[in-house]
């Protein structure tokens, strides 16, 4: 049983994929500074209080397991509070991961598994976006992404440290077992926000940008189970630890639904109607992200499961029995 550390594994999708890793026999060990994670969503797994970022922190929990392989979660992710504040973006999602691999280097670890982003394109040149799809981040979050994936480059080229990118289109949807689910405070991942807004937590759901040059004048966004991406983790692991060679792959669904189409769609399933404003886009928003995910198929043998509907049907069940 071959030991894996998942940082921020007791986050949103670090939690969900270690379940996934517990499942495929591999035996996850979570380090999580609770800063934005929760204790119970690491329930059952061997859980290390702490910040990747505090050398110290890092160096005790590398020496106390031996790790085949590291998995990270722990980045800043909203993209309107890294336009506005990008110095925390840097630090942590860029420069807290550079001391990380440099940790690995030093320990002789030689495969990691990175949550990459989207954001690291920019505005589309095509319907679907492909893993070689120009590079040109419109936000500091997406900018900090991209630093990391040239970082992971460069360290394969010199020190052989072998990654999988995985690059999320829009995580959504909770696990099914009601255990674990979406939690964030503030919540800002619009299928959990329309969710919290038909159970009556949020006053009001507002549309940002209704000018975009799309059937309804709203973004278009690529939506993703959680449970698929943490699956896709899984898949990738196994392909870093048995065929090293590092690999990035574009991880959603394939399938395109405007901001407008989730509000009704959210409403349908929940049978709850609520108040819906508009207001002028906001900073760093591209029209439209779409994944073209055949190579994650065809390398992983990865096929997302769950639609739209399924999606929004799981946020719900997890929001109305949560457990923290």
Same mark, same amino acid.
């Given at each position: #049983?071959?030991?894996?550390?998942?940082?921020?594994?007791?986050?949103?999708?670090?939690?969900?994929?270690?379940?996934?890793?517990?499942?495929?026999?591999?035996?996850?060990?979570?380090?999580?500074?609770?800063?934005?994670?929760?204790?119970?969503?690491?329930?059952?797994?061997?859980?290390?209080?702490?910040?990747?970022?505090?050398?110290?922190?890092?160096?005790?929990?590398?020496?106390?397991?031996?790790?085949?392989?590291? #998995?990270?979660? $722990?980045?800043?992710?909203?993209?309107?509070?890294?336009?506005?504040?990008?110095?925390?973006?840097?630090?942590?999602?860029?420069?807290?991961?550079?001391?990380?691999?440099?940790?690995?280097?030093?320990?002789?670890?030689?495969?990691?598994?990175?949550?990459?982003?989207?954001?690291?394109?920019?505005?589309?040149?095509?319907?679907?976006?492909?893993?070689?799809?120009?590079?040109?981040?419109?936000?500091?979050?997406?900018?900090? =992404?991209? #630093?990391?994936?040239? #970082?992971?480059?460069?360290?394969?080229?010199?020190?052989?440290?072998?990654? $999988?990118?995985?690059?999320?289109?829009?995580?959504?949807?909770?696990?099914?077992?009601?255990?674990?689910?979406?939690?964030?405070?503030?919540?800002?991942?619009?299928?959990?926000?329309?969710?919290?807004?038909?159970?009556?937590?949020?006053?009001?759901?507002?549309?940002?940008?209704?000018?975009?040059?799309?059937?309804?004048?709203?973004?278009?966004?690529?939506?993703?189970?959680?449970?698929?991406?943490?699956? $896709?983790?899984?898949?990738?692991?196994?392909?870093?630890?048995?065929?090293?060679?590092?690999?990035?792959?574009?991880?959603?669904?394939?399938?395109?639904?405007?901001? $407008?189409?989730?509000?009704?769609?959210?409403?349908?399933?929940?049978?709850?109607?609520?108040?819906?404003?508009?207001?002028?886009?906001?900073?760093?928003?591209?029209?439209?992200?779409?994944?073209?995910?055949?190579?994650?198929?065809?390398?992983?043998?990865?096929?997302?499961?769950?639609?739209?509907?399924?999606?929004?049907?799981?946020?719900?069940?997890?929001?109305?029995?949560? =457990?923290?």
């Amino acid at each position: #049983m071959e030991n894996i550390l998942v940082i921020g594994g007791a986050g949103y999708i670090g939690s969900h994929t270690a379940r996934q890793l517990a499942a495929a026999g591999y035996r996850p060990v979570i380090l999580d500074n609770l800063s934005k994670g929760h204790r119970q969503a690491a329930a059952g797994f061997d859980f290390e209080l702490g910040d990747f970022t505090d050398k110290a922190c890092l160096e005790r929990v590398l020496q106390k397991y031996n790790f085949a392989a590291v #998995m990270h979660f $722990a980045a800043c992710t909203e993209v309107d509070r890294s336009v506005k504040d990008p110095a925390v973006f840097y630090q942590n999602n860029t420069a807290g991961v550079l001391a990380l691999l440099n940790a690995l280097t030093a320990h002789t670890i030689k495969r990691f598994v990175f949550s990459s982003s989207a954001a690291i394109f920019g505005e589309p040149k095509t319907d679907l976006i492909n893993e070689n799809h120009p590079k040109s981040p419109i936000n500091p979050y997406g900018h900090s =992404k991209l #630093m990391v994936e040239q #970082m992971l480059s460069d360290f394969d080229t010199a020190y052989g440290l072998k990654y $999988a990118a995985l690059r999320y289109f829009n995580a959504s949807g909770s696990d099914e077992s009601g255990e674990i689910g979406e939690s964030h405070s503030p919540e800002t991942h619009l299928i959990a926000r329309l969710i919290q807004t038909a159970a009556g937590k949020q006053k009001g759901f507002t549309i940002f940008g209704t000018d975009y040059p799309t059937s309804d004048g709203t973004c278009i966004r690529d939506f993703v189970h959680v449970n698929d991406l943490a699956r $896709a983790h899984v898949l990738a692991l196994g392909k870093l630890l048995n065929e090293p060679a590092s690999l990035c792959f574009n991880l959603g669904s394939g399938t395109g639904h405007s901001v $407008a189409e989730v509000v009704e769609t959210v409403k349908k399933v929940t049978g709850r109607n609520f108040d819906v404003q508009t207001a002028p886009r906001r900073a760093g928003d591209p029209a439209r992200l779409v994944a073209d995910n055949t190579k994650a198929r065809k390398v992983l043998g990865w096929q997302p499961t769950y639609d739209l509907t399924r999606i929004i049907q799981t946020a719900w069940q997890w929001e109305t029995h949560r =457990k923290y």
